[in-house]
């Protein structure tokens, strides 16, 4: 019913910067945020930032914050991350998200629409 299609991931050097993307079609009605997520080799899969469609209200885990921002177009129904000062940690499988019905933006399991990933790699 929601389908996301990501982009803007790549291989960046440790201090720089990578913007993505997260364009969102179907029934998005419904959906009342979006968050990415990460998930690096052998570890489960973390919120990074989220946002509230309507709102704006946004949330940050505390290893980006300060780093990253998290911003959406609502006429463009398109949510991105703009990624500042990465480090090597930030190297993950960066996946955009979005949820069936309003929660909590940390409410992980609220979010059941995926998009298909996109490889973030932060060399030293």
């Known amino acids: 019913q929601v389908h996301l299609v990501e982009s803007g991931g790549g291989l960046v050097q440790a201090g720089g910067s990578l913007r993505l993307s997260c364009a969102a079609s179907?029934?998005?009605?419904?959906?009342?945020?979006m968050g990415w997520f990460r998930q690096a080799p052998g570890k489960e899969r973390d919120l990074v930032a989220a946002i509230n469609w309507g709102s704006g209200t946004t949330y940050y885990a505390d290893s980006v914050k300060g780093r990253f921002t998290i911003s959406r177009d609502n006429a463009k129904k398109t949510v991105y991350l703009q990624m500042n000062s990465l480090k090597p940690e930030d190297t993950a499988i960066y996946y955009c998200?979005?949820?069936?019905?309003?929660?909590?933006?940390?409410?992980?399991?609220?979010?059941?629409?995926w998009g298909q990933g996109t490889q973030v790699t932060v060399s030293s």
């Open positions: 179907g029934r998005t009605s419904s959906s009342f945020a």
């Open positions: 998200a979005a949820p069936s019905r309003q929660y909590a933006l940390t409410y992980t399991n609220a979010y059941v629409y």
